[in-house]
């Protein structure tokens, strides 16, 4: 279940193909999704990671809410990242919605307007602040300059995901934030058993969490909680809601699917529910590096035909 650290390009292609055919309407975002994980998959080889002192100073701080790593302190592959970034920034060229920007963002990194280690240091803590003054100084828009820094650190960070896992125990880590880096939930699952997951929007990690619970402000009143979905769809993917805090988190029913899947891709695959659901008056919950202009390549009314609410 979930994403594999070792997904590969073809597994990913007929995914994407095959939700492609389904949703013409998706074509274009999820063909970009189709390069992004392409151009990530062929660095993560040589991604360096640093050790990580797994003690009783560790196992005990996780036993009190404290993830394995310290985003603040942890030493990034700079090199590996910064090939990536360079990458998207080639992606991105070829978008007539981004070309402009990618290009300011390019001519900086030729005059040395961008440090390139602090802005991926900064969006590994998720500091908005910085990555705001960054994009208003350049004049860009600030969800191109999240989605290329984001980007370009996750494939870091799931490698640590990878190294780290075997350290989690499922059965005593009921919190709503990563137990491996701390960021917060993109999406969740249903397994096999019924069992709910949430999945870490940087590192990939999937972890045990309660079935009737808000991951955002931790309402558990189920009065003021609900999901939704699409007649045409059904219930494989829905939209479960807050209405304590109005946020909302994407949930994928693997008990529907007899295949192997990538949580983003179904997530990508799947952004007519978000633009539902902020219709509705939700905020999407989490770290979240497809919105923005991605949100806008999707049309979603041809799949809004019904809702069905509980």
């Not at 055919?21 to 040589?46: A, C, D, I, N, W």
């Not at 870091?156 to 880590?173: C, D, M, P, R, S």
């Not at 905020?283 to 509980?310: C, I, Y």
Request: with cysteine.
């Amino acid at each position: 279940m979930g994403e594999d650290f070792a997904d590969t390009p073809d597994h990913l292609r007929k995914r994407i193909d095959a939700i492609i055919k389904e949703k013409p309407s998706h074509k274009e975002v999820l063909e970009f999704l189709k390069g992004v994980m392409t151009e990530q998959y062929h660095v993560r080889t040589s991604i360096k990671t640093a050790p990580v002192r797994i003690n009783e100073v560790k196992t005990n701080g996780m036993m009190e809410g404290y993830p394995l790593l310290n985003k603040k302190e942890l030493s990034l592959d700079i090199r590996s990242a910064t090939k990536i970034f360079r990458r998207l920034c080639g992606l991105l060229s070829r978008s007539k919605k981004t070309s402009a920007d990618t290009k300011r963002v390019t001519q900086a990194l030729h005059d040395n307007e961008i440090n390139l280690e602090e802005l991926f240091k900064h969006a590994a803590t998720e500091d908005l602040e910085y990555v705001s003054a960054l994009s208003k100084k350049l004049k860009v828009k600030e969800d191109v300059l999240s989605f290329l820094a984001g980007n370009s650190i996750k494939p870091i960070f799931e490698a640590y995901a990878h190294e780290l896992k075997g350290y989690v125990n499922q059965e005593t880590w009921w919190r709503s934030y990563c137990p491996i880096c701390g960021s917060l939930p993109f999406i969740a699952e249903i397994g096999g058993e019924g069992e709910r997951f949430l999945i870490c929007s940087l590192c990939g990690f999937e972890w045990r969490f309660r079935r009737l619970k808000c991951p955002f402000c931790e309402n558990e009143d189920h009065k003021g909680l609900r999901y939704f979905y699409t007649e045409k769809e059904g219930s494989t993917n829905r939209v479960d809601v807050c209405e304590k805090c109005k946020k909302y988190i994407k949930t994928l029913d693997t008990r529907e699917l007899r295949i192997e899947v990538s949580p983003l891709v179904e997530d990508v695959g799947t952004l007519y529910l978000d633009v539902l659901a902020q219709k509705e008056g939700y905020t999407r919950g989490g770290n979240f590096f497809w919105k923005g202009n991605m949100m806008n390549k999707v049309e979603p009314d041809q799949n809004a035909h019904g809702l069905n609410s509980h």
